[in-house]
C-alpha cells in the first residue's frame, strides 16, 4: 500500500529552526509537495521537489531524498504565524497525489 | 499562481437537504477538478477527481448516489451533498489542475459545511 508518515505536532520558539520530516512509500513517485494549511483554510503550496536535494525559498526549505523516499521542510527565523499545519503529499505513477495526515507546528514566543 | 474559488465559503442547512458547492477556475482551464473532505483534525480525503464532459470517479468508501460531481464546463465543477446529515459536516474543498501529468493542482478556499 501507500503510506507517507511524518510526526503529529511539533513545537519551537519564535526564532528558532525546525525542520519536519517526511518519509513515503509509494506506488511510483513524480514529485513531492509541502503545503501549509492554517485552521479553516485550504492548503496552500510551499514547495515541490522531484530531483534530490536542496530547494530554498526564503525562510523554507525542502530537501528530498529519493533512494531513502525521505523528503523534510526546514522552516528557520520562525514567527508566530507560521504555526500551521503542514501537509506532505508525493505525487504517485498514476499523478494522484497521496497525502500525508499532516504535522502541527506550534509556535510559542 | 492560478485562483480557485468556492462558493459558498460556508453553509449550515437542515437534515435532510441539498447542498450543492461549486468550484470555478477563473483564470485556466481545468481540464480535471478534485474534492477532498476533511474532517477536524485529519488531513485531506480524497472524495472523487472529475475530469471535463465525463463521470467522476470516485474514491472507495463515497457514495456516489450521496455526493453528485458534475464537471460541465472547463471551468466549473459542482459537488451537491444529497440528503446531508449531521455526519456529513465537514470542510469540503476543490482543487483544479489545467492537464494531466506534471500540471500543478490549485486549491479552493474551501467550504464549510454543518448539517443541524
Known amino acids: 500500500g501507500q503510506n507517507i508518515d511524518q510526526p503529529t505536532e511539533m513545537t519551537a520558539t519564535e526564532g528558532a529552526i525546525v525542520q519536519i520530516n517526511c518519509t513515503y512509500q509509494?506506488?511510483?513517485?513524480?514529485?513531492l509537495f509541502w503545503y501549509q494549511q492554517h485552521a479553516g483554510e485550504a492548503p496552500t503550496f510551499l514547495s515541490y521537489?522531484?530531483l534530490d536535494g536542496l530547494e530554498e525559498k526564503g525562510r523554507f526549505s525542502s530537501f528530498l531524498s529519493r533512494s531513502k523516499g525521505y523528503s523534510y521542510l526546514l522552516l528557520k527565523e520562525l514567527q508566530m504565524k507560521d504555526s500551521a499545519s503542514y501537509l506532505c503529499?508525493?505525487?504517485?505513477?498514476?499523478?494522484?497525489?497521496?497525502w500525508g495526515a499532516g504535522t502541527k507546528l506550534i509556535i510559542k514566543p | 499562481g492560478a485562483v480557485v474559488s468556492q462558493h459558498p465559503s460556508w453553509v449550515i442547512c437542515k437534515s435532510g437537504t441539498s447542498v450543492k458547492i461549486e468550484c470555478r477556475s477563473l483564470?485556466?482551464?481545468?481540464?480535471?477538478m478534485f474534492w477532498y473532505r476533511q474532517f477536524p483534525k485529519q488531513s485531506l480525503m480524497l472524495m472523487a477527481t472529475?475530469?471535463?464532459?465525463?463521470?467522476?470517479?470516485?474514491e472507495q468508501g463515497v457514495e456516489k448516489d450521496k455526493f453528485l460531481i458534475n464537471h460541465a464546463s472547463l471551468t466549473l465543477s459542482t459537488l451537491t451533498v444529497t440528503s446531508a446529515h449531521p455526519e456529513d459536516s465537514s470542510f469540503y474543498i476543490c482543487?483544479?489542475?489545467?492537464?494531466?501529468?506534471?500540471?500543478?493542482?490549485?486549491f479552493g478556499p474551501g467550504t464549510r459545511l454543518t448539517v443541524l
Open positions: 482543487s483544479a489542475r489545467e492537464g494531466e501529468g506534471f500540471y500543478e493542482q490549485f
Open positions: 483564470d485556466f482551464q481545468a481540464t480535471t
Open positions: 472529475s475530469n471535463e464532459g465525463s463521470k467522476a470517479t470516485y
Open positions: 509509494t506506488s511510483g513517485f513524480n514529485g
Open positions: 521537489n522531484v
Open positions: 503529499a508525493v505525487r504517485d505513477s498514476n499523478y494522484q497525489l497521496i
